[in-house]
């Protein structure tokens, strides 16, 4: 294991009871000093992953490792991590100060290095001279703030966020999304954050972990995650998608819309079945005759950037188009597209299923 790597998971698997698995054998690596996002939908797995690392609950199989030292066992309180929650969890009795000085008072510091220690993290989350404001007089960003401030101000390792922002309007959310990550890089720490919000997850992360029944679906860079979704609840939920059964010719040759085109993808049987997906916004609108798939507009929408039309090709696919070009309901329409828009997806496979897949392609081949 890499020194750099701060947080294992080896085959974790949570369950209570009799109920249904929560996480099924999972397993990733964490690093230091990265931002970063477990995504999914609601009962994904997302928030059992945070706790399993905070110690509030412990794992069914599987082992969790925390600077290479296995921690399953580890109550919480021993643990150098913090968590922010989604309600925040500050004591409405006690003012800024108070709320941000509790963990170092159960650790009985002296008075003078506490004044320190608080000062200096309110100081990170731009709330200097609020100690004495009491919580019910603090905004929603505010009471965020000091959330935060109470997690740093313990020096953790890991700090742990459960949606902390799914609580705060939409203009407050997209401003603490700067200042979380902001924050992140100049404490220089690792960050883990819980969120449905795809948007979200895009803007502030280093690393995406999308999860879907309690298992890792893909992971990688908001990037990685959003031109390369490895199959099709990735590619649903991170974005929106145009996705199109498909035939893998041969590498770098794939058949769909009842036609053959150029792609950049390679690896895969002679003629095995794929999914498709170009993304809206890869789609160029043209004249009827001199587009790579012909459509007919259904519907149009303005979305004050761009122009939102729903197509559908002679194969009676449908396509979502973003443009800046208006077109008519009813147009006939070419669609072009470059090969590298072309993203070719296997059939409903997991990352770690499609890198076994190609795997056994190597052993056979090897062996023939």
């Known amino acids: 294991m890499s020194e750099n790597v701060i947080i294992r998971f080896d085959q974790v698997t949570k369950q209570y009871d009799n109920d249904t698995v929560v996480l099924d054998h999972v397993s990733f690596e964490i690093e230091r000093g990265k931002f970063y996002t477990l995504l999914g939908p609601s009962g994904c797995g997302k928030t059992t992953i945070l706790r399993l690392i905070a110690g509030f609950t412990e794992a069914s199989e599987g082992d969790i490792f925390f600077n290479g030292n296995r921690i399953n066992h580890v109550p919480a309180n021993k643990r150098q991590v913090n968590t922010v929650f989604q309600d925040y969890a500050l004591f409405p009795h006690l003012n800024v100060y108070e709320n941000v000085a509790f963990g170092l008072r159960i650790k009985k510091m002296n008075q003078a290095d506490i004044d320190q220690k608080v000062k200096e993290a309110l100081r990170f989350v731009n709330l200097n001279g609020y100690e004495n404001r009491e919580i019910t007089e603090m905004s929603g960003g505010q009471r965020q703030r000091v959330a935060i401030a109470r997690a740093i101000v313990n020096e953790p390792e890991v700090i742990l966020l459960d949606e902390p922002l799914s609580a705060l309007d939409l203009k407050l959310r997209t401003e603490m999304q700067y200042e979380l990550r902001d924050l992140q890089k100049r404490l220089g720490i690792t960050f883990i954050f819980v969120t ?58 794939v058949e769909f819309a009842g036609k053959m085109f150029e792609c950049v993808d390679q690896g895969l049987h002679a003629n095995e079945p794929v999914e498709i997906v170009i993304r809206p916004e890869d789609l160029e609108i043209t004249d009827w005759n001199q587009g790579k798939i012909q459509a007919r507009v259904v519907s149009q929408l303005f979305r004050g950037v761009h122009y939102e039309m729903l197509c559908y090709d002679e194969e009676q696919n449908e396509w979502l188009v973003h443009s800046t070009k208006k077109a008519t309901v009813g147009d006939a329409i070419g669609l072009n597209f470059d090969p590298e828009s072309i993203h070719v997806m296997r059939l409903g496979e997991t990352e770690e299923e499609f890198d076994k897949r190609l795997e056994s392609y190597d052993e056979v081949s090897h062996e023939k």
């Open 196 to 253: 449905h919000d795809q948007e979200e997850a895009l803007a502030m992360s280093d690393e995406i972990f999308v999860l879907n029944e309690g298992k890792i679906q893909q992971s990688g860079t908001p990037t990685d995650i959003y031109d390369e979704p490895i199959n099709r609840f990735v590619a649903d939920f991170i974005g929106e998608s145009n996705i199109v059964p498909g035939k893998m010719i041969r590498d770098f040759e």
